[in-house]
């Protein structure tokens, strides 16, 4: 009931159990549950559960059966809800877990080895990404000093969604040391290839500079410094330049989003090439499941606070890894069907290129992205502040425009395909003899938008002609007055920004007349972001224009990345059965060894235990208290008939999820899906080629295999 309804009270549960025992039992006395011996009890229990599935049935939830072979995609980013109130609970008390939370200790070291590599410096003014994000800096400090853990940075699979690996944050906010540690002692040993932060756009820089400056820092000989060399040592073994180099770093898409332009075009995952068609948001699935827990856990001690996330992650990843296979499955259908229409549009596009021959258009799209994101890579170093400061000026103009413009979407989904449309085709610029003509413009606009209520009238009456059932029109009435709401703040806000832009330029208003821009002045600006305007002299761009030129190189983008997802797809179901059948194969080498421990006379329990332990077997001390030494465990003739009776109930479960995913992809290969994976016995994993279902020849007979 705990992990499907965190806010329960355990005091109340015991009372209501109480209550209804009472009820059944009127002419009895009433027997009260303590809670404190209860809660010890099921804690306890819980401990013991989780360290025989861990060790003895050798099932580790927070692995990915999919991404066995490597991580294909992580996303790691930190929700600050997660924190504990500074008050000294339990302060004798140890985390029992170790799965999931990185060691508290060995996370202040990182931080403390890039402290000194870098000589601590503070990032930046970020002028690029309106303004410093306070994702990156230690904010609320004051709120932070009553706090023991500040929140939780956690590293999350970007492809399927479970967790892998987090960390606590003491006394700070989010630094980008929490993610670096993550990602070079923990991600990098298991293949980390594709990684995914909301403000990718700073820390993947800062990343680069951080390896430099652990590869360049001169070792010290100081007593008190040995730790921190060696730690030192262990980041630069761990992700030296050219491994890390090798990493693609990416920005999480949504948050992506409100980016700059000049920063979408070099940091979002599908103008990445190798990404395929990853999101790098799956961390906010895992915050909303997590976030549910934040009222119980911040009034615990840091040990019990982590057990119990520890338990939930759990809990959390064996509900993802149920579902996978089926995940997997539905994905490659979606996006086969997406391949044809996707290639349909990118076509279209390239039929349109009529001053380019046929067999040069596409690598003409090829140097028309690397001429966008050279340009983009100067805006965002810097270079070019003439161009950024006749673009602030156009920009409320447009601003407004595109605001007007994206007031009719009244659902998410739309309003995010319109955002990132207009600002895919309607990037802004200016000219400078044509200011007081847009902010003239533009406060003209942005009144008549405030004194129109049709976009409400008109999102409500949408809402209440949909048919619901009764039991959501509750919920309709809570859409509608949030779109009120939401329309009229975004409009209020709008006028704000509009009065202080025209009270900014009231003396250039009342010295310049009005001159209307026209694309002539555009034009001669060479400014290459509108698309009116023609690109700089000598560039490819100059052929078709920059926003033209933009929606041919996102279409080609979008082709790219699904049949990179396709690619990868069938991959990861081959690595999917693969770890399940493993999985299984070493189950029963440790059923086999405890089943000869139970035949085996007292004088070789030595070699029983020995057996047991190369067998698989976790020994004392590897994990868990409650996990016995193979030595204690072949003693115990009970204990052994116990073991077995885990471990087959752990096998008949690992089995039922092979044969649910085989069942799966059977399903895909029945549909005549290239590259889905044949269901093959443990025999044939050695076998690259038994995992994958012949392609038909053009004939319909299937080739032979």
Known sequence: MRRWNPTISLGGFLSDITDAGAALRPTQPRREINVHAFRCAHSEW???????????????????????GGFAGVHIDSNMKLFTWLRGREPWRQQHYSEFFADDASVQLSLQALDLAMGSRRPAMDKVCNGLWAAAGDGQQRRQAQQEVTGRCVATDARHGGPIVAANLIGSGERY????HLAALNLMPGGLQQLHIDVMCKWGPWSERAVDALLQHQQQQQQQQQLLMQRMQELRASCNADSWRMVRKALSHAHGTLHSQACQMLWQPGWTSGCAKTLGEEGEQLFSYLSRWSGTTRNQSTAGSSDVLTEAVVHFGRLKR??????????????????????????RLLDSLDRTPVHERQQLVQQLKDELQRMAQGMVSGNGSEQQQVLARYAEAVRARDAHTLSAYTSTAAL????????????????????????????????????????????????????????????IIRMRNTIESTCYNLKKQEVKRAAVAVSRQQQQQQQQPLQPATVEAVKNQQFCWVSECAAEDGSKLQLYGVARSMALC?????????????????????AHLRYLQQLLAKQGAIEAALLAAQQAPAGQLDVAASNLVAAGYVPL??????????????????AVSGALSYLRIAK????????????????????????????????????????????EGADGNEDAP
Not at 54 to 59: A, M, Y
Not at 559 to 572: C, F, M, S, T
Request: aromatic content about 6%; some cysteine; overall charge negative.
């Open 621 to 638: 001390g590897g994990q868990g208290r409650y996990q016995p030494s193979a030595a204690q465990l072949v003693g115990n003739s009970q």
């Open 652 to 695: 008949l479960e690992v089995q039922q999820l092979l044969a649910n995913s085989q069942r799966e992809f059977r399903s895909l290969s029945s549909d005549g899906a290239q590259g889905a994976p044949e269901q093959r016995g443990t025999e044939d994993l050695d076998s690259e080629g038994d995992w994958f279902v012949p392609d």
């Open 554 to 574: 996102e279409a080609d983008n979008e082709v790219q990345r699904i049949r990179e997802e396709l690619e990868l797809l069938p991959q990861e179901m081959q």
């Open 416 to 475: 995010d395909a319109g955002v990132r449309r207009v600002l895919a085709t309607r990037v802004i610029a200016g000219v400078w003899d044509a200011n007081t003509y847009m902010l003239h413009d533009l406060a003209t606009r942005l009144v008549a938008a405030a004194q129109s209520s049709s976009v409400e009238a008109e999102a409500a009456n949408q809402l209440i002609e949909r048919d619901f059932e009764p039991a959501v029109k509750a919920s």
């Open 177 to 180: 040391g929490y993610a670096f």
């Open 46 to 68: 819980k401990f013991c559960q989780l360290d025989l599935r861990f060790g003895l049935q050798r099932i580790n939830d927070l692995e990915c059966p999919a991404c066995s």
């Open 322 to 347: 149920e579902g996978q296979a089926k995940q997997l499955v539905q994905r490659y259908q979606r996006f086969t069907k997406l391949l044809p229409k996707a290639e349909a549009d990118r076509n």
